[in-house]
């Protein structure tokens, strides 16, 4: 069971960006998917996910209206779209889906048992 996490890089302020999450071992299809960031120092921060049980979708305030979280049509992905990109997104972007991930509880790091390994994203012109 792994998360293959992708499609980081460098991206100037105002720009766009999509992350890929691959699953092998299992499909997504009844999982909670979430997306988290981290920087040196702090804790990793939950910022989109999608619900397990109904497929709700929860934002950390400084995401709203910028990016979006969804599902491939395969049942193995998810994607993280990322636009009006700012230096402050600058992170370790990860992905993380776990079937215990439901409600707002899936924007927390502890619902989750599978990780992608990360994927730098930096915000500069």
């Known amino acids: 069971v792994q998360l293959q996490a992708s499609g980081g890089g460098l991206v100037k302020p105002g720009g766009s960006l999509r992350l890929s999450c691959a699953a092998s071992?299992?499909?997504?299809?009844?999982?909670?998917i979430g997306w988290f960031r981290q920087v040196p120092g702090k804790e990793r921060e939950g910022i989109l996910c999608?619900?397990?049980?109904?497929?709700?979708?929860y934002y950390a305030d400084s995401v709203k209206g910028r990016f979006t979280i969804s599902r491939g049509t395969a049942k193995n992905t998810m994607f993280l779209q990322m636009n009006s990109l700012r230096p402050e997104d600058t992170a370790v972007y990860y992905c993380?889906?776990?079937?215990?991930?439901?409600?707002?509880?899936?924007?927390?790091?502890?619902?989750?048992?599978?990780w992608g390994q990360g994927t730098q994203v930096t915000v500069s012109s």
């Open positions: 999608m619900s397990s049980d109904d497929y709700s979708v």
């Open positions: 071992g299992f499909s997504l299809e009844h999982y909670g």
């Open positions: 993380a889906a776990d079937y215990k991930a439901y409600g707002s509880g899936c924007l927390s790091a502890g619902s989750y048992d599978y």
